[in-house]
């Protein structure tokens, strides 16, 4: 089962609308962040959203920026491209997470949309990554492995842009959408005789991204054509967690 609430209303001058949506799939206490929140009961989608003639404001827990969408940059689930299987997974190579976010939307005509998002981190490695031996017990508690833990120390927010367009050429709907994301990692290797809690010893950085084309056409009344993509590197969190954002080498640094 599934629960959901929408209010509306006109707020300062502009349309403001209040989302909840959550169901009873979570999973507590593992994987909590890898790439949806899955806490019991499970908080799917929290937002607010306010817009005023060309500028949108939205705050709260939504489907990434990236999520392809299939008008706009609306954060409504209608307007988004995600399967609709039987069973609750989605397709293998869907870019998504839903997760904690502000996002600044910007409205130049009713066809173009362009974005910007600030949205939750969590340098990820899953169960796939094998620290180096003398650095293993230091390394283990910084990076996400689909655990409980939480404690990953992140450096800044993965910071996420998107345009899309929007159209009807030939009379059929059309959308198309150009994203990016910005992520940094780190990792902290204390020196020899040290604790990680002395702060003595060295820090090690690595930055990470990647980009997304993403469109739709209406070919024929009711049958579209979709097609997605999503490339980088460091971004496997992004793709359901099917891979590690990176690895660490022998000295501490993050590849």
Known sequence: SRVGLRIDSHVLGGDATGYLEADFLGNAPNGLLTTSNSNTMRLRLFWFDWRRDKVEFLGGQTWSLLTPNRKGLSAFPSDLFYSQNIDTNYQAGLSWTRAAEFRFIYHPTNNVTAGLAIENPEQYVGGGVKFPDALSSALTSQFGNGGSANNSPNLHPDI????????????????????????????????????????????????????????????????????????????????????????????????
Do not use: C, M, W
């Open 160 to 255: 996420i842009a998107k345009v899309a367009f929007d159209g009807a050429p030939g009379g059929h709907a059309a959308h198309f959408e150009i994203g990016g994301i910005y992520r940094t990692f780190q990792d902290f290797i204390p020196a020899a005789g040290a604790s990680a809690a002395s702060y003595s010893g060295s820090k090690n950085y690595a930055s990470g991204g990647g980009g997304e084309v993403n469109g739709s056409i209406e070919a024929a009344k009711n049958f579209r054509l979709i097609g997605t993509s999503f490339f980088g590197a460091g971004i496997g969190r992004y793709i359901q967690g099917l891979a590690p954002d990176l690895v660490v080498k022998p000295d501490g640094e993050i590849s």
